[in-house]
């Protein structure tokens, strides 16, 4: 009789075991699957907020790149836009970057937004005339703006790329 008991006991005790492994596996599953969740979840609240970054960026951007793209070089005395021409485009441009499209603007694109109206805002070198070191400071402002505005929205053409090769 009191092996029997003992058999009893030990099956019990296996049993037990059993279940409780049992719990413990799906407890460490649940775990992992929750984390999975959680993680896809944060992926898909990234991924909305980038579309909605790069909708508005697509529809405030082409201001910028067109304001920017009336600072024009010039061949001969002054060498670039004259200076009545450059206030209003830094007025412009500093208008834009005030308003909803401040808030869309990458860190690279807000330096050079700086520099670019750093450049605008100072007088001409040479009386009336930009000095020639200036045009060339002014046209590298320039390109490097319209550079990042372009990266800004280019990210998007090679995120889109990527995904579908």
């Known amino acids: 009789m009191a092996i029997d008991i003992s058999d ?6 296996i049993a037990a075991a059993v279940s409780i492994i049992t719990a413990l596996v799906s407890y460490l599953l649940t775990l992992r699957k929750l ?12 991924h909305r907020y980038i579309d909605k970054l790069y909708e508005k960026r697509i529809e405030l951007y082409p201001k910028a790149f067109e304001l920017a793209g009336k600072i024009r070089q010039k061949k001969g005395v002054g060498g670039i836009n004259p200076t009545h021409e450059q206030t209003k485009i830094k007025e412009s441009i500093v208008e834009w970057a005030e308003g909803e499209a401040g808030l869309f ?3 690279d694109l807000v330096e050079a937004y700086y520099e670019l109206i750093r450049c605008l805002a100072k007088q001409p070198g040479l009386g009336d005339e930009y000095s020639p070191h200036q045009v060339d400071n002014l046209w590298k402002a ?3 703006f319209r550079s990042c505005l372009r990266r800004d929205v280019g990210i998007l053409h090679s995120s889109l790329y990527k995904n579908t090769h």
């Open 105 to 107: 603007m990458s860190t």
């Open 8 to 13: 009893k006991i030990l099956a019990a005790l």
């Open 142 to 144: 320039r390109t490097k």
């Open 35 to 46: 984390k999975d969740a959680r993680e896809s979840f944060d992926k898909e609240i990234d």
